[in-house]
C-alpha cells in the first residue's frame, strides 16, 4: 500500500513541474526585456559595476563583458569617455533611453511591499563584469550583438 501512495506522489509531483517550464518560455522577449533580464541575474551575483567611476576601473581592468550608457546623458566628456574605452578594449556597448530605468534595473532602488520601484536614482552607466547564470534572455543578448 506504501508503494502505490509514492507512486501517485511522483505522478502529482511530474504534473506540477511541467506548467512550470511553460510558464518559463510563454512570450517571446525583445532585446530590451533581455537586457533587463541579464541585468538582474548580474546583479545577483554581483557582477555589475554602476557610474562612471566603477565603469571605467572594470574596462581599464577588461573585465567588462557589457557596457550599458543611458541616452539620457546630457554630459558629452561623459559619453565620449565610456564610449571611447569601449571601443578601446572591445566590449560591447548599448544605449538605453532613459537614466533612471537603467537605475532601477541595476538596484539602484527602493522596492515596497507590492513590488514596485520607489526611490529610484538616475544611473547613466552600468557594466556588466560577470553574467551571472546562463539564460535565455543571456543567449538572445549575445546573439544581437553577434549579428549587429
Given at each position: 500500500m506504501a508503494d502505490e501512495e509514492e507512486k501517485v506522489d511522483a505522478g502529482e509531483a511530474e504534473e506540477t513541474a511541467a506548467p512550470v517550464e511553460?510558464?518559463?518560455?510563454?512570450?517571446?522577449?525583445d532585446i530590451e526585456a533581455a537586457l533587463k533580464?541579464?541585468?538582474k541575474s548580474a546583479l545577483c551575483?554581483?557582477?555589475?559595476?554602476?557610474?562612471?567611476?566603477?565603469a571605467a576601473k572594470a574596462l581599464e581592468?577588461?573585465?567588462?563583458?557589457?557596457?550599458?550608457?543611458a541616452q539620457s546623458c546630457d554630459e558629452a566628456a561623459y559619453t565620449k569617455l565610456v564610449e571611447a574605452l569601449c571601443a578601446e578594449h572591445n566590449v560591447n556597448l548599448m544605449k538605453?533611453?532613459?537614466g533612471k530605468e537603467l537605475g532601477e534595473w541595476a538596484g539602484l532602488c527602493k522596492?515596497?511591499?507590492?513590488?514596485?520601484a520607489r526611490k529610484v536614482v538616475n544611473c547613466s552607466c552600468v557594466v556588466v563584469k560577470e553574467w551571472g547564470e546562463e539564460s535565455r534572455a543571456l543567449t538572445m543578448l549575445l546573439d544581437y550583438f553577434k549579428k549587429k
Open positions: 511553460v510558464a518559463a518560455e510563454e512570450e517571446p522577449m533580464s541579464v541585468l551575483h554581483d557582477g555589475l559595476a554602476r557610474g562612471l567611476h566603477e581592468k577588461k573585465s567588462a563583458k557589457l557596457c550599458v550608457l538605453v533611453a532613459d522596492v515596497d511591499p507590492e513590488g514596485n
